[in-house]
């Protein structure tokens, strides 16, 4: 059996005057304070991070982070690695909603040109290690490119 690690994050709201404002802060000890808002279409703060922006941000770097780690335990060397993730949130008429899928689209330059094919292919591997990816009820769909420098 495993192990397991508990993570703590601890949440501050006020009513300012007299408004339900969606601006809050959240702080992690010995982290910076994180501002966030609803997002924009939710009358939240356009300029602040949304719960949305949070989950598909942190879909995005554990997938790179797995990725990494598999591509290393295969012997395939990443020069640099970007993605464009897409998350789609289905809002419901009664106003609950969730997200439904998750797009990422990864492009990876590695060096050995000869492991182009398995360094796409490893993204199946990067998924299925991904804890985030493990903790979702939603497809989270690639869509790799891969480059040799």
């Not at 059996?1 to 009513?15: D, E, Q, R, T, V």
């Not at 703060?45 to 780690?69: F, I, K, Q, R, W």
């Not at 609950?96 to 990864?106: D, H, N, Q, T, W």
Request: net charge negative; with cysteine; aromatic share 10%.
């Amino acid at each position: 059996m495993g192990f397991k690690h508990l993570f703590k994050a601890k949440l501050n709201w006020n009513l300012v005057f007299k408004r339900y404002i969606k601006t809050h802060q959240i702080s992690i000890d010995g982290k910076a304070i994180l501002d966030v808002s609803a997002a924009k279409a939710f009358k939240g703060d356009p300029n602040l991070y949304n719960p949305e922006d949070l989950l598909l941000s942190s879909v995005t770097s554990c997938h790179m982070m797995s990725y990494l780690y598999v591509c290393s335990q295969n012997n395939i060397t990443v020069i640099s690695y970007e993605d464009n993730a897409e998350a789609t949130l289905e809002v419901l008429e009664n106003g609950s909603g969730r997200i439904v899928e998750i797009r990422l689209f990864p492009k990876v330059i590695i060096q050995e040109k000869e492991k182009t094919e398995e360094a796409l292919s490893l993204h199946t591997k990067a998924n299925e290690l991904c804890f985030i990816a493990n903790s979702c009820n939603f497809p989270i769909l690639h869509f790799p490119e891969c480059r040799v420098e």
